[in-house]
């Protein structure tokens, strides 16, 4: 999937220390969330995948589409996806 912005928040590469800095895992240096990767690589995570639907009356806060559960799993779109196997990229 194509990003717009590819900043560190949504990349493989980050790991956040709070809600505004993290450390580049490549290059171990601290930096801010939404500054642009220069070796971006897509993070797996809700807003990314084609099962996720936003609600239209919240912010914010959708559903897994791909669920099983009645009701559909409640997600929201910067949950991490990594280890989701009903997980599919946008392309």
Known sequence: MKQENN????????????????????????????????????????????????????IEIGTCEASMNDPKFTAYPDMVAVTCAMYKEKK
Not at 36 to 55: A, G, I, R, S
């Open 7 to 58: 900043i560190y928040r949504d990349s493989r590469n980050y790991a956040p220390i709070d809600v505004a800095k993290g450390m580049d895992l490549r290059t171990k240096k601290i930096v801010l969330a939404d500054e642009t990767d220069p070796n971006f690589e897509l993070l797996p995570k809700c807003k990314n995948c084609v099962n996720f639907k936003p609600d239209s009356e919240k």
